[in-house]
């Protein structure tokens, strides 16, 4: 490997999982990028596939992949239980000292893991915050107000809350419990992990375009179950918070 993949030298233990629903079109060129790029940054590293519920060929797919590849496990959600659901059995069923996340449907390069990998020794979050977002204009518009009102509600001051481009250390999961199932979920666990002490820093990240698949985050039950999750959560997450000086 050279100095470049690596600035520190180090190859980290790493859990690597995407949760993705219904995303026959993607998943296997997603995980092929993975598998890819993953020896250049660690010598033991294992991927997890969250299939959550999907209703196209998406389970059957990362069943293959993992029958082909010892490194590559699957994971199976009978019925969908929501993103909170598939990060937390994502989350649940990582080994390594690290755990990075990023969605299945192929918008963000796992490659730029790097510029996460190269902070985790200083910090314990470690989250990409997309450049410049490539998203309809009513997915940022929606992904704004949220950010806005989760800032205001749980005072969590990240730039990019719901950024699916995340690194943690394994220890931080061993500490908090996590209830959310739905979309919630990260502003959830970046209030609880500031809560238990726990660092975070941001860095730029590119967001790809979606060539294929369907995106479900807009869809109006994800938006109001997100909402009804914010305020009945509210008060068990930010009893959690640190006082505000």
């Not at 999907?54 to 699957?74: H, Y």
């Not at 179950?225 to 008060?235: T, V």
Request: charged residues 30%; contains cysteine; glycine residues 8%.
């Amino acid at each position: 490997m050279s100095e470049a993949d690596n600035p520190q030298g180090r190859k980290y233990p790493l859990s690597v999982f995407f949760p993705c629903y219904n995303e026959q079109d993607n998943i296997r060129r997603v995980v092929g990028e993975a598998m890819a790029f993953l020896p250049a940054v660690s010598d033991d590293f294992e991927v997890i596939v969250v299939d959550d519920g999907s209703r196209d060929q998406t389970g059957v797919i990362i069943d293959e992949l993992a029958d082909g590849d010892s490194r590559i496990r699957a994971v199976h959600h009978p019925a969908n239980r929501g993103y909170g659901g598939a990060l937390r059995s994502g989350f649940g069923a990582a080994t390594k000292e690290l755990i990075f996340y990023t969605d299945g449907d192929g918008q963000f390069d796992i490659s730029e893991m790097r510029s996460l990998l190269e902070l985790i020794d200083q910090y314990d979050i470690v989250s990409g915050y997309r450049r410049r977002r490539r998203d309809s204009m009513s997915r940022r518009l929606n992904a704004w107000m949220w950010g806005r009102l989760v800032r205001l509600v749980l005072g969590v001051r990240c730039r990019d809350i719901d950024s699916a481009f995340k690194l943690y250390r394994r220890k931080i999961f061993d500490r908090i419990e996590m209830k959310s199932t739905g979309a919630l979920i990260d502003a959830e666990i970046l209030a609880r992990a500031i809560r238990s002490g726990y660092t975070i820093t941001e860095v730029p990240v590119t967001h790809r375009p979606r060539i294929a698949g369907c995106p479900t985050g807009a869809n109006i039950s994800v938006i109001l179950r997100a909402f009804k999750e914010l305020l009945s959560l509210r008060k068990d997450i930010v009893s959690t918070l640190p006082e505000r000086k």
